[in-house]
């Protein structure tokens, strides 16, 4: 074929005309676009720029919002369900200007939110030649999405680079990236110190009596589970050993933890097998022991199962229980056996022990041969490490003893509610004057001067009820704590003798018996059979739980409507007390509308007591209003009170459940008496759990189980919900003592986790006082 001149000048022009077209977009959009329209590049997913030369750097939720401002320039911010810049290199499809849209669980949208998907978290700089987040120190992860656990490297200021030592040696040097400059780090060393183990929040929320974290940074926030023997952010300082302060027990006796174990066999003879015990230590380190052979009569090979469970746990290494006291009791004609153990060599506040019945895997190895097995866990004495009552009022013995109307031998009919029993004095009634030293002693209950009463300035912790046609003193809004401890038979403290608490109100009626006890701690009731005990008070607050408009429980003096208590119903061997309206903080809601009066938090403390509590609904007007009569049918656990109810209780968990077939919300639901099991409901949807297992069974409020024919308690308010009181109490820090702690508050923990004690005391653990160890000191 043949060209003209002309035709082959025409043809190299187009071709450059082309070439020029192409060559428009910015560097050809990098091979990482394609050029379009207006001569712009529409760049391939994960790149941005001009020219399409930048990668874009992963995104995660923003650890901190920073607003976006007016991006489309329109001279005002968007709201948060409006899209702006749509087609944008950086947001193809959008963004917003306000914050990002959201919405609860219920469908809401929030207009108010934050923690939305930002590029590398909004905590690093974007390598925009590699694509990759270099994270600002203290974060790592892909997009930076993480707070990096703690580690003894990071020991001077991190991302200094000043140092080799540092978490993160930080630096900007003149690079190609959005900020004009790029990150470039070291990775992060040693976390938790090589001590222990990064995990995420939700985790270690689980590990926790497995609580639920779920809000935004259940992924995002990092801490470190130390191993066993050392503690801190960054699991860096060891722990040393802890012990009971000397001087602490020159003045009262150590609160250490007494369990209770227990398997029942329904049959006599019918129980065998193997099983073990999992210990908790002070530090949450669980130890498990060797087998353990158990038999219905408590005895194998001629020895006593409480002695065949004290060698397993001295068998236990490290020493981790050094000494322990054991006392059984066979039940019934060879049924199994009953056994306490005391933990002398164990003080401070343990985790309850767990029992391990399947050695083989999936197979129980504890069983009987025929008939049934019940087993069970109760803490008898919760442990403790602090000491909230640690001002003995002196001057002052008492015996504590149950009451009735016409002698010291407690029945069930004539208790009132919260008022088993009283104070009396070592040989017989208080005296005027220990009566002015009990009360001085006692103080203020609420805190609130105003209504303190008599020269002693003082809170009686008393309430007004009233049945309509009658009216009654009862346990107050605020009632008294106190702390008994024996008073030693010979010279000096048992170490170990362990007291109990107790709640004290005043009833002026009561001649010679003013001072009120909800709970009893002795079955003896008579003066001459009880212990005389000291007494310790305390500057914390115990507060009676309700729930209402009002501030508090309130009195009821003209026979309207009582109070709506917060009562809970729970099983013996059991630490979940399902109660009859949600109490934790977080679902409390404010003035005016209905409330806690107190509300419960993880941490809280609760007094939980035995005391013949009974039913009734809320109305006057009524046979037995709540509170508003003497009539009882039964204390929480068969016929008469439980004695171990005298602990102070920490909340681990609060939380709700979804309703069930047997469940309602509704504490004023009523069922009828003839209504099969089958279609009864109960308000078992709202829980706490607490530290240690009940000794007791805290009942229902069901009419089978509290009913008395003659009276319409069917169709009272608590048929459904439990029966038991709670009580809320808030300690003070005045007059508070922690006893139990490193190197018993008489030494100091090395950094090698041994206790160097202070002149005059020596020992693993400083517990110990010597005047040889002064004078080599000295010396």
Known sequence: MRFSRGSLLASAAVVASLGIAQAECPNACSGHGQCGSHDMCTCDRNWQGSDCSLRTCPFGRAHVDTPKGDLDASLSVGEHDVLVLSGSTVYPHGTTEGFPLMADTAGNVLSHTAHDYMECSNKGLCDREKGECECLPGYDGAACQRASCPSNANSITPGSGLDDRSNIAFKIFNGKTAFMGRAVSNAQVNQCSGHGTCMTIEQLAFLDNSNIYDLWDKDSSMGCKCDAGYTGPDCSDRVCVSGIDPLYTDDTTAQVTHTTVRFHSSDASALSGQYSIKFYDITGEDWITDPITI???????????????????????????????????????????????????????????????????????????????????????????????????????????????????????????????????????????????????????????????????????????????????????????????????????????????????????????????????????????????????????????????????????????????????????????????????????????????????????????DSCWGSGDEGAGTTNPIFGGTALNECADSTQPNTSSGNIYTVTKVYTVPLGSDSTSDPTTTVDITDPNNVKTYVNTYIIEVDASFAWTGLKGDPENSNIATTDRDETWSDNTGVVVLFHFTPDTVGTFEYVSECSNRGLCSSDGICECFDGYTGHDCSIQSVLAKAKRTK
């Not at 009132?416 to 006692?442: D, I, N, Q, V």
């Not at 809170?459 to 605020?478: H, K, Q, S």
């Not at 212990?531 to 009821?556: F, I, K, R, S």
Request: with cysteine; hydrophobic share 30%.
């Open 295 to 609: 038999s219905g009569t408590g005895v194998i090979d001629g020895k006593t199962h409480c002695e065949s469970v004290t060698e397993a746990l001295l068998m236990l290494p490290n020493g981790v229980v050094p000494s322990i006291e054991c006392s059984q009791i066979v039940l019934n004609t060879n049924k199994g056996v009953e056994y306490t153990l005391t933990f002398t060599g164990n003080p401070g506040r343990l985790r309850e022990l767990e029992l391990d019945q399947y050695l083989d895997g999936s197979r129980p190895t504890v069983q009987v041969s025929s008939g049934t097995l019940a087993t069970g866990v109760h803490t008898k004495v919760v442990g403790e490490s602090t000491d909230y009552f640690a001002q003995r009022c002196e001057g002052i013995k008492v015996k504590i003893l149950a009451d009735s109307a016409s002698s010291n031998a407690w029945t069930s009919t004539n208790v009132r509610p919260g008022s088993l029993g009283y104070l009396s004095g070592p040989s017989g009634p208080l005296t005027a004057a220990e009566k002015k030293m009990l009360k001085k002693c006692l103080g203020d209950s609420d805190w609130d001067p105003e209504n303190n009463v008599d020269v002693a300035n003082w809170d009686t912790g008393v309430l007004i009820e009233n049945d309509g046609t009658n009216t009654y003193n009862m346990i107050g809004a605020f009632p008294h704590a106190i702390k008994v401890v024996p008073v030693e038979s010979t010279t000096g403290y048992s170490v170990h003798t362990p007291g109990s608490y107790h709640l004290v109100w005043y009833d002026a009626d009561a001649t010679d018996k003013e001072f009120r006890v909800a709970n009893i701690n002795s079955v003896a009731n008579a003066v001459g059979e009880a212990d005389a005990m000291y007494v310790y008070t305390t500057t914390g607050t115990v507060q009676q739980m309700g729930w209402g408009t009002e501030g508090q429980v309130a009195d009821n003096p003209s026979g309207g409507s009582s109070s709506k208590r917060i009562v809970g119903f729970f099983d013996k061997n059991s630490n979940r007390i399902y109660t009859n309206y949600d109490t934790s903080c977080k679902n409390d809601p404010s003035d005016p509308d209905p409330h806690n009066f107190v509300c419960v938090n993880k941490g809280d403390k609760l007094f939980v007591v």
